[in-house]
């Protein structure tokens, strides 16, 4: 049973505007949540993380939102580049931080 | 370097063979895992190792998979008696002990069995 789920496998956004990529997930005792990018060839790569208690967490053009009323969670980035062109994997961990369960991932192409 | 190191990057194998898979985590990272990517979907779970506690191994999917980590340092997942579903991308990460660590990742094995 897939716990965390990326309903979007692809997206295409113009460079410069604002990509937004969509998880959501199933247990509320879920606390951790984190994004991953993948390139081809390359294992993931952590981009940004949040835990519960917030409800934002910004790194540069990189943005994570939190609901857990809806169990949702967002990664925005803006402006978007072409070298972010790479499938991203929503995660998300709970209380004891054994498993992580990963999202099947989006691909997102930025169109120069 | 001081990412996580897997060994081979590649390997084909003849259905029926034994494979050994190898990974050597960051240094000072007491947890490790492995993780499955077959081709058109997601990361799956396989096993974890924290310090010197019993692995989960809830995730391994036959008795033909098994792994092993000496200590906190190198660890080796072997899968016996390969089967062609068992091509894949085989991820090793490892991670802080601590809550709310995450997890870095090596590049993968990728596996294709014939």
């Known amino acids: 049973d897939q716990q965390v789920k990326q309903n979007s496998p692809s997206l295409s956004v113009q460079e410069g505007r604002i990509s937004i990529l969509n998880c959501d997930y199933t247990?509320?005792?879920?606390?951790?949540f984190l994004w991953y990018k993948k390139y081809p060839a390359e294992g993931p790569t952590f981009l940004i993380s949040?835990?519960?208690?917030?409800d934002k967490n910004e790194d540069g053009r990189f943005t994570v939102f939190l609901n857990k009323s809806a169990k949702h969670l967002s990664l925005h980035i803006v402006p978007s580049q072409p070298g972010d062109s790479a499938v991203y994997f929503c995660?998300?961990?709970?209380?004891?931080?054994?498993?992580?369960?990963f999202g099947t991932g989006t691909s997102l192409t930025v169109i120069p | 370097g001081a990412g996580v190191s897997q060994s081979p990057s590649n390997k084909v194998t003849e259905k029926g063979k034994d494979v050994e898979l190898r990974c050597d985590p960051i240094?000072?990272?007491?947890?490790l895992y492995w993780y499955r990517q077959r081709l058109g979907q997601g990361l799956e779970f396989l096993i974890y190792?924290?310090?010197?506690?019993?692995?989960?191994k809830s995730g391994l999917p036959s008795d033909r998979f098994s792994a092993e980590r000496t200590g906190e340092s190198v660890s080796t997942l072997t899968i016996q008696r390969t089967q062609q579903e068992d091509s894949a991308v085989y991820l090793c990460?490892?991670?802080?002990?601590?809550?709310?660590?995450?997890?870095?990742f090596g590049n993968g094995t990728r596996l294709t069995v014939t």
């Open positions: 240094s000072g990272h007491t947890a």
């Open positions: 949040i835990s519960s208690i917030k």
């Open positions: 190792f924290q310090g010197n506690s019993a692995p989960d």
């Open positions: 247990n509320s005792m879920f606390d951790y």
């Open positions: 990460a490892s991670s802080f002990s601590q809550t709310n660590s995450p997890l870095h």
């Open positions: 995660a998300a961990s709970g209380v004891t931080g054994n498993q992580f369960y």
